[in-house]
């Protein structure tokens, strides 16, 4: 079974600090790794994945996630942050391979951007 | 924009009623995924469907169903409700790949609805 923990359930930031949002994973097999994020009343949009290829990977919005199996962490991070990244994170893991594309979630992380 | 549409968006109905939810799929999509997500919680996997069959369902008792058409647009029915279905339902679309665009699912914007 796979599961998504997201240590923090809200992060708040002053406008142009660093964002760091943390999300560990548990997967029996080397999964896929995803970041949504929701603004409010949005559905989900992918930020960045990461499926197996270079560990450091690069999103919209300038963010970027580092996958390291021996942390088995995938930590989002942004070096500056602004107003309009305020919205909810969601850390998400599927298995590769053949099957249903079900993606098991964290709790999620609301981040809030001070000014 | 996903291309991804849902109706209604938001709705409310009382114990014991049934509801019928709605998703139109981003075109050249042939999958449909749909979740459910309660207030302060991450979305939890409901059901697939890919090409008209149920392929992959998560931990939810037989009164949530499913159909999906030709056209891959898709319905989510709950028979019988229970005041915990209050959520917002998420229907999202993709290309059925075991590739590395594998989980990358475009989201609509949700049905929220509320049970009393």
């Known amino acids: 079974a796979q599961s998504v923990t997201q240590l923090g359930s809200h992060v708040s930031v002053s406008e142009g600090a660093l964002v760091l949002l943390r999300c560990n994973y548990s997967?029996?097999?080397?999964?896929?790794l995803f970041w949504y994020v929701q603004y409010p009343n949005q559905g989900l949009q992918l930020l960045l994945k990461?499926?197996?290829?270079?560990?450091l990977v690069k999103g919209i919005n300038g963010f970027e996630a580092e996958f390291k199996k021996s942390e088995t962490s995938f930590h989002l991070t942004k070096p500056s942050a602004h107003m309009s990244d305020a919205a909810e994170y969601f850390c998400?893991?599927?298995?590769?391979?053949?099957?249903?594309?079900?993606?098991?979630f964290g709790q999620g992380t609301r981040l809030t951007i001070n000014p | 924009e996903t291309g991804v549409t849902q109706s209604p968006t938001h709705l409310i109905k009382t114990r014991g009623q049934q509801v019928t939810l709605r998703c139109s799929s981003q075109?050249?999509?042939?999958?449909v995924s749909w979740y459910q997500q309660a207030l302060g919680q991450g979305p939890q996997f409901i059901f697939q469907?890919?090409?008209?069959?149920?392929?992959g369902r998560g931990n939810f008792p037989p009164r949530f169903s499913g159909l999906q058409f030709p056209n891959y647009s898709s319905e989510l029915n709950v028979n019988a409700l229970e005041l915990d279905d209050s959520a917002l339902y998420l229907c999202?679309?993709?290309?059925?790949?075991?590739?590395?665009?594998?989980?990358?699912?475009?989201f609509g914007e949700g049905s929220r609805l509320t049970v009393l």
């Open positions: 999202a679309s993709s290309r059925l790949t075991s590739g590395i665009s594998r989980g990358e699912l475009f």
């Open positions: 997967s029996s097999v080397p999964p896929y």
């Open positions: 990461y499926t197996s290829a270079a560990t």
């Open positions: 998400a893991v599927t298995p590769p391979g053949k099957g249903a594309q079900k993606l098991v």
């Open positions: 075109s050249g999509h042939n999958t």
């Open positions: 469907y890919y090409r008209e069959e149920e392929n």
